[in-house]
């Protein structure tokens, strides 16, 4: 029902910041509650944080508080992640994940749809 597309990941210094993007394609995008998770080698895959699509909260784990943004513009149906300073440990595969669950929660199987990643990589 939902096609989502990350992008905006690369190569930084520690300190540096990045822009991701979720683009996505679906008729309810507004709908879906919308979250960013992360997975480093060798590392299970972990959550970063989360927006609801309705007028509602937002949630950050305790690691990136302060440091990144989750944002929305349903207009262009797209979910941003501004990350500023960032770390070596920040460096991972950055997903984005979209559920329409009434009850949603930090775990990876509320998420029912998913995209394929983007790379960050933070040298120190």
């Known amino acids: 029902q939902v096609q989502l597309v990350e992008s905006g990941g690369g190569l930084v210094q520690a300190g540096g910041s990045l822009r991701l993007s979720c683009q996505a394609s679906?008729?309810?995008?507004?709908?879906?509650?919308v979250a960013w998770f992360r997975q480093a080698p060798g590392k299970e895959r972990e959550f970063v944080t989360r927006?609801?699509?309705?007028?509602?909260?937002?949630y950050y784990v305790d690691s990136v508080k302060g440091r990144f943004t989750i944002s929305r513009d349903n207009a262009q149906n797209t979910v941003y992640l501004q990350m500023n300073s960032l770390n070596p440990e920040d460096t991972a595969v950055y997903y984005c994940?979209?559920?329409?669950?009434?009850?949603?929660?930090?775990?990876?199987?509320?998420?029912?749809?998913w995209g394929q990643g983007t790379q960050v990589t933070v040298s120190s």
């Open positions: 927006i609801r699509g309705s007028v509602g909260s937002i």
């Open positions: 994940a979209a559920t329409l669950r009434l009850k949603v929660t930090s775990l990876l199987r509320d998420y029912d749809y």
């Open positions: 679906g008729r309810t995008f507004s709908s879906y509650t």
